[in-house]
């Protein structure tokens, strides 16, 4: 994994001092991998990270530290979470890698008996706002999984103390740091694809969502299935789309200026409160459209973000690339040739006026073509390498947040039935 990682990161370097000024632009973060290591080996030069929130997410980003901890000369000093079973859990993966951190059970209490350097925040999404908040106001960097916050006010609130203590806050969205999302901006940035008319996302998955609860415990119920209650989440919107608005506003180099949405509850009836399926359109000045779906009851089309432009197109999921003008298959060159020769003779005059314009059967081609990535990985060693430096580009910060703004937004867009603009107090 390691070779894959460097060839991963010997990407982002050449892409930092070979991209055009709008990659650069629209990708500043890109430079941090463009400047030699910082990273000392000696125990001064090391940077200390706790973990609150040790779930799955907060367990998967542990093993892309594990492989960062030698080269980058990163520490896990403490591991935090209110639930038992996970803090083990962490704690064992930690053994195996001949790592001790120091186990809490309150956030509060490991601010005070730690000196870190920074945190990453991977609790459920209505914690992440007071945790953060604590976390710059006591002089520690913060890495936090997206969305940003469970309200639009938290969401502010964040962004405004962020600004007070001149902390990184750094949110989760990965993809600003994925080899084939950057290489496709930099197309779509330098006009590859012509005038940007349309983008189209969505993420579809069958299953319930739903994870075991221990003992079937009732009052364990909303506290493992938290993304199901709107009290902690919006469900697909939050967990889901958060990461797709913010590829639309990367690719745009701008934010919405209204939406309007749908959704419902119409296959899992089991008691949850948020929508098992949505749609939303965020329109843009311009004239540009986003439009959104997602659902969980039916996963053939699994998730994309498609940018379309006059020229071309582009899926960033599947990496593929696509020109309006594809280079005509072997076969309709020789009817071409046998036309041009006169071999058919007189053609046939009447019949249908009209052909369905049915998906064009062109297969594309790579945005890049190694695509043994993990976008996890490099983004944490971009924060490792900004906490070395003090600071982080602020247009990451402005990525986060416009992201989960907006995101927030198209909820109240669903509950109202109203096509809604934002709020002067929340620009930022």
Request: proline residues 4%; contains cysteine; hydrophobic residues 35%.
């Amino acid at each position: 994994m390691q070779d894959i990682i460097q060839s991963r990161r010997e990407f982002l370097k050449k892409l930092a001092l070979t991209g055009s000024v709008a990659t650069l632009a629209a990708s500043p973060w890109l430079n941090a991998f463009a400047q030699p290591s910082t990273a000392g080996k000696n125990p001064s030069d090391r940077v200390r990270l706790a973990i609150i929130g040790t779930g799955s997410r907060g367990k998967h980003l542990m093993l892309s530290l594990f492989d960062l901890k030698e080269t980058n000369n990163l520490e896990i000093a403490a591991l935090c979470d209110v639930y038992p079973p996970h803090l083990e859990e962490a704690n064992n993966m930690c053994k195996e890698q001949d790592i001790s951190p120091v186990l809490y059970t309150n956030y509060e209490e490991l601010l005070n008996k730690e000196k870190t350097d920074g945190v990453i925040i991977a609790t459920p999404l209505h914690q992440h706002a007071h945790i953060a908040i604590d976390c710059m106001k006591a002089g520690v960097h913060v890495f936090c999984e997206k969305s940003m916050a469970r309200t639009l006010d938290e969401s502010k609130a964040m962004y405004d103390t962020h600004l007070a203590t001149s902390r990184i806050l750094h949110i989760g969205h990965q993809r600003l740091f994925n080899p084939i999302y950057l290489e496709g901006m930099q197309r779509i940035h330098r006009g590859d694809l012509g005038q940007l008319g349309q983008l189209r996302a969505y993420w579809h998955r069958n299953n319930d969502w739903r994870r075991p609860v221990p003992n079937n415990s009732i009052e364990m119920e909303r506290f493992i299935n938290w993304r199901l209650y709107k009290e902690y989440s919006a469900g697909l919107l939050t967990e889901l789309m958060s990461h797709q608005i913010q590829v639309a506003n990367w690719a745009l180099q701008k934010t919405p200026v209204s939406v309007t949405g749908t959704g419902s509850i119409v296959f899992w009836k089991d008691g949850r409160e948020v929508n098992d399926n949505v749609a939303l359109i965020y329109s843009y000045e311009d004239g540009t459209q986003f439009i959104y779906d997602s659902m969980t009851s039916n996963k053939k089309y699994g998730l994309e973000e498609q940018i379309m432009g006059h020229k071309g197109t582009i899926e960033f999921e599947t990496n593929r690339y696509y020109t309006e003008t594809p280079p005509p298959a072997p076969g309709i060159l020789q009817l071409i040739n046998d036309m041009e020769s006169g071999f058919f003779g007189k053609a046939m005059v009447g019949g249908a006026s009209w052909i369905p314009e049915t998906a064009v059967k062109y297969n594309g081609e790579p945005i890049i073509e190694n695509t043994d990535f993990y976008d996890s990985t490099l983004q944490l060693e971009g924060f490792a390498k900004f906490i070395r430096a003090g600071k982080a580009p602020e247009s990451l910060t402005r990525e986060g947040y416009n992201a989960s703004i907006w995101t927030l937004l198209g909820e109240i867009a669903i509950e109202t039935g109203e096509r809604l603009t934002l709020a002067d107090k929340y620009r930022i």
